[in-house]
């Protein structure tokens, strides 16, 4: 397959490689069909998961489209505000909050806390008590339930740091109903990321519907249910699934989650969001024959983009300079760790030196999870508008 994204390349050539190219056509879309679908139910609130990216022009184009935002730490609580979200709509997750993004979430008056511990929920009910606020509070649920990912994305099993079990779950709200600076509000899940067989989330369902059920026996009654993220997208197929399915994923909720009357169903979606309206853009510096492998070396390196070096990751690479025949490359960064590898015996445009690479599907966790190592520069992000 050698199917390419179209880009204004007389436009690329003016930038200093390696960037980040937003298409905002495309996220413009994305964001059209995540509404068109969940309008369909009344009671589906969608918030973006600000740590797939938290560049302040796709923030700004997500916060019109009226979704709220999931944080995981101060900072993207300070970006969601900046970018104006409405402070109702940011829910803040994570293992390890500190007093001071505790207090910043407080100040701001944040819509919840996703609280992940017991200790947790006794220094938010401590430091709202000496902010004389009252914050609600959902429970992150670890539902022991695996998702078919990568090993270090998943976030539902029991043997990981996340969420507190269904087991100790009963005992923890009525720890929070006994505290006058908590009020329990909600349920909250997220077992992974990149999960592209609804049957796991069907089984997220089941999960939610049975604690339901047993909390409901011992009157325990819940406002809301937020199931988090993980829709995946095709990092095969960028061009023809540029959009993920968003009926489908959305179907899966309506049909099998036991949604009581009074409740909202929250979700918060990162990649699939903002997935495939990026592309890392880099410059082939030099095309080296080794002793067995030819490589094409790239002026990006696992600093831009550290997916394939974390995870393996697969992102489809374009050659959007030329259509000369095909040629086999590994194409590999110029970081000093030999980990520093985009694609191996990969098939591309023949390269020549100052040929520009497409980096395909890099929208989500690339330019978040850029570095300086090396004492590189960070990474710019461009969007459609600025060329
Ligand atoms: C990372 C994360 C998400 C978003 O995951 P995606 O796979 O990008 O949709 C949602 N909720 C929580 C709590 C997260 O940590």
Known sequence: MN????????KFNDIETPFYYYDTPLLRKTLCAI??????YDNFLVHYAIKANANPKLLALINEAGLGVDCVSGGEIQAALDAGFPADKIVFAGVGKSDKEINLGLDSGILCFNVESAPELE?????????????????????????????????????????????????????????????????????????????????????????????????????NINVGGGLGIDYHNPNGAPIPNFKVYFETYADNLKLRKWQTLHFELGRSVVGQCGSLITKVLYVKQGAVKKFAIVDAGFTDLIRPALYQAYHKVENISNNDDLDTYDVVGPICESSDVFAKDYQLNTCHRGDLLAIRSAGAYGETMASQYNCRQLPKGYVTEDL
């Open 35 to 40: 509404n068109e679908e969940t309008s369909k």
């Open 3 to 10: 199917d390419k994204g179209v880009f204004l390349l007389d």
């Open 123 to 223: 220094v938010i009910n401590e430091l709202a008590e000496r902010n004389g606020k009252v914050a609600n509070v959902a429970f992150r649920v670890n539902p022991d339930v695996g998702a078919h990912t990568h090993a270090n994305i998943t976030t539902g099993l029991a043997e990981n740091k996340f969420g507190i079990s269904m087991a100790d779950m009963e005992g923890i709200i009525m720890k929070a109903k006994g505290m006058a600076n908590v009020k329990f509000v909600g349920l909250h899940f997220h077992i992974g990321s990149q999960i592209l067989e609804m049957d796991d989330f069907v089984a997220l369902c089941n999960r939610v519907n049975e604690l339901q059920d047993k909390l409901e026996n011992k009157g325990i009654t819940v406002d």
